[in-house]
Structures are given as C-alpha cells and as structure tokens.
C-alpha cells in the first residue's frame, strides 16, 4: 500500500531542500464586554447597520503571536469552528474533502490548547488548520491526493534540510514521518492515510518522532465543521461560484474574529480573493471614488480595491492573490458584500 507513498516522498524530499476570589477575571470580562458594546455602536452609526467582518485569507498568511496582553482573555472554544449539523467526517465520505468551501470534514480541538490563533481552510482540493501560540504551532492539512499535499507551501520555518523518512503508526494506520532541523527545534512531518481515498499531513514542531506521531493521532474524522465567515457575497461575475473559504480566530482582548478570505472563480481558471480584517485601533478609513453597491472604493495600486466596512477593512485582490478578472468584476463582488450582525458569534455566521 505505501510504494506509491515511498515513491512520492522522496520525490518530494529532493524537491525541498482554592481560597479568596480573584476579582481580575470578572473585571476583564466587563472591560472586554464593555470594548464589544462600543464596537457594535460604531457599527451601527456607520452604515446603518452593525458592521461584522469575516476575515479570510486564501494564502499563508503572518499572524500576530502575544498580542499585547499576557494572557488571552478569550476561551480557547473561540478558536473552534460550529458544528455542521447533519454532515459527516472525512472517512465517511472522503469524496468530500475539499470539494465543498463550507465546510471542514475533520476535528483538530483537542490540537488547540494553548493556542492563540487558528486559521481554518477549506475547498479547492485541501482542508487545513493552523494554529500559533507562545507554546508552539502547527499546521494540519487533509486531501484526497499526496499531490494536494506536495503542493502546499510550507508555512513553518526549517532549515530546509529534509532529513530520511521512518514507518510509524498513527493510531491503527500506517504512515512516515521524517524531520527538517530548525536551530535548536526540529520541525517533524507525519503523513498517513486515515482512510482509503484520503491523505493526511501535521506539521509540527516536536522533541521526537513519537511526540509528533502522539499528535497526529488526535485529529478525528467522524465529524464535520462549518468554514465561517461573518459576510456574504452576494453579487458574483457570470459563471462564478466559491471556491474556498478561510478564517482566522483569536483570543485577544479585541474579540475573537481577526481576519478572513473568500476566492471567487470560475471553470475558465480566472479567481480573486476578497478579504475583510479587523481595522487596527485608530485606523482612519479613506474614501475611494469608485462606487461598488453602497460602499465607495479606492485603488491600492492595480491590483487591489479597498473599502471601509467598519469595523473592518475589506480588500479585493485581482492579482496576485486572484489571476484574470478585472477591475469591474472586482466592484461586482465588493458590491455584493453583506457583513453579519455579530462579529463575535461564529455560530450566527
């Protein structure tokens, strides 16, 4: 069963080089609960209505690690995507995996302790999370091909030095993992099959083989999440339909959306990449002088459109992260923006 696996790996290894109550909690759930009222009012001043942003990113994507406060102040359940009711896990249906951008066809939960920001991606052929934290972090990625995985970019540092592969169990299926050093750390990669028709990858960084295989054992695949997004798009280009969802969750003091990304595409291989972000604190938001539905639209060069929707930043990518549409499609998507109501509420998305 793993000639094929063999064959494929070192293809790609060649490639790569008690007691009193502590009033500190209670007042920082009020100061936080107190940031989100304001928030929500601002929302609902500019626009009309309650500004809420998905933030989705179609590409790797640099996340923030401590930001600014000791300790997160949000439960780690922020980080975690709402159930899909009535769809089934990966070994059930392996057919499914990355074929559907809403939704994620494995649990990575038990992965998140500690953790500070999870971005969860789904469709075009692959379903991933990746999570950072002051204690380490990870990626873990799911397809129906070892091709899907190989073509991922590697998104955790390493020296770049792929070391030999060795057999492992991952739970009761076979796999190979092998090691890339990474100064005084070593970034370990465990690939196996959980099922027959499926492919498995967790990136990590681990003291050895077994910590890393440990790891790797706790994914499940008999249950099913929905990729979320705190907006909608509803105006597309002819032929044009979803093609992949992204988002990025967080502990922070500021909430738990951080960030996010939709690509648009269509059979004739043309996609662009809509992304809404969090405004940082005091960002001043710039008129543009195109119009897109009922929001005004500035160029960011040739490539990019942006737009307020407070309290976010919304951007188009028509390169880059997009290939072929033009500019008018652009404003077509960003015309069809749609914000949710409630920017900390993933289950009302």
């Known amino acids: 069963m793993f000639s094929d696996l063999d064959q ?9 080089a ?11 759930q009020a100061r936080h609960r107190g940031r989100r009222l304001r928030r929500r009012r601002r929302g609902l001043v500019v626009g009309g209505v309650a500004a809420a942003c998905a933030a989705l990113t179609a590409v790797v994507m640099a996340m923030p690690i401590g930001g600014g406060t000791d300790d997160p102040i949000m439960p780690v359940a922020a980080l975690m995507l709402p159930e899909a009711s009535g769809q089934t896990g990966a070994t059930a249906h392996p057919e499914d995996v990355g074929a559907d951008p809403a939704t994620v ?11 500070e920001y999870a971005t969860w991606r789904a469709g075009r052929g692959t379903e991933s999370v990746e999570f950072r934290g002051p204690t380490g972090q ?6 129906r091909s070892v091709a899907s995985l190989d073509e991922l970019q590697q998104t955790l540092s390493s020296a770049g030095r792929p070391q030999g592969r060795t057999d492992v169990k991952v739970g009761d299926r076979p796999g190979v993992a092998w090691f890339d050093p990474s100064g005084d750390r070593k970034l370990w990669f465990v690939r196996w099959q959980p099922a027959d028709g499926l492919w498995a990858q967790l990136d ?3 003291t050895g083989r077994d910590e890393a295989t440990a790891m790797a054992s706790r994914v499940r695949f008999d249950a099913a999440h929905r990729c979320v997004v705190p907006f909608r798009l509803e105006s597309l280009p002819p032929g ?4 992949e969802c992204s988002v990025t969750l967080g502990r922070s003091e500021r909430g738990s959306f951080v960030e996010g990304s939709l690509v648009v595409g ?7 990449t809509v992304r809404a972000q969090l405004a940082p604190d005091g960002h001043e938001a710039r008129s543009g002088d195109l119009v897109a539905g009922p929001y005004r639209v500035r160029r960011q060069g040739s490539d990019v459109l942006e737009m307020a929707v407070e309290p976010c930043v919304v951007e188009a990518f028509l390169k880059g992260w997009g290939k072929g549409y033009r500019e008018s499609d652009g404003l077509v ?9 409630d920017l900390d509420r993933p289950d009302t998305w």
């Open 105 to 115: 066809h494995f649990s990575a939960d038990s992965l998140l302790d500690g953790a």
């Open 138 to 143: 990870a990626r873990f990625a799911l397809a």
């Open 333 to 341: 998507v960003l015309g069809g923006y749609r914000p949710a109501r």
């Open 8 to 16: 494929q790996l070192a293809a790609t290894l060649t490639q790569r």
């Open 204 to 206: 990590t960084y681990a």
């Open 266 to 272: 269509d059979d004739a291989g043309r996609w662009l």
């Open 240 to 243: 044009g339909r979803l093609r």
């Open 18 to 28: 008690g007691g009193d109550i502590d009033p500190t909690p209670i007042v920082e």
